[in-house]
Nanobody, 114 residues
Framework: VQLQASGEGLVQAGGFLRLSCAASGTTNPFNVMGWYRQAPGKQRELVATITAGDSTSYSDSVKGRFTISRGTAQNTVTLQMNSLKAEDIAVYYC?????????WGRGTQVTVSS
């Protein structure tokens, strides 16, 4: 299974970006997919997840600003990020979980300028 993320970019504070993640190499639907991020000098942290039943969860720092949703194709998810702040600067990673097996995508950089 390979995960391909897209949507990397530079945006001004208050702006928006949309990240997408697509899993290939499998026809199994995911159990959970999500986004994590790692800022310079910090540990990787959860941003948002979505389950096969469309239950979503968010970190407190992004709640109300970010929205995770399924893409139109199977095994795809998107992360709509609004009202971006300097503290959102990080490398964002997509993760897919299926029956206890986890796969990670390569990181995609999100930069916010003030």
């Amino acid at each position: 299974v390979q995960l391909q993320a897209s949507g990397e970019g530079l945006v001004q504070a208050g702006g928006f970006l949309r990240l997408s993640c697509a899993a290939s190499g499998t026809t199994n639907p995911f159990n959970v997919m999500g986004w994590y991020r790692q800022a310079p000098g910090k540990q990787r942290e959860l941003v948002a997840t979505i389950t096969a039943g469309d239950s979503t969860s968010y970190s407190d720092s992004v709640k109300g600003r970010f929205t995770i949703s399924r893409g139109t194709a199977q095994n795809t998810v998107t992360l709509q990020m609004n009202s971006l702040k300097a503290e959102d600067i990080a490398v964002y990673y997509c993760k897919r979980s299926y029956r206890g097996r986890n796969h990670w995508g390569r990181g995609t950089q999100v930069t916010v300028s003030s």
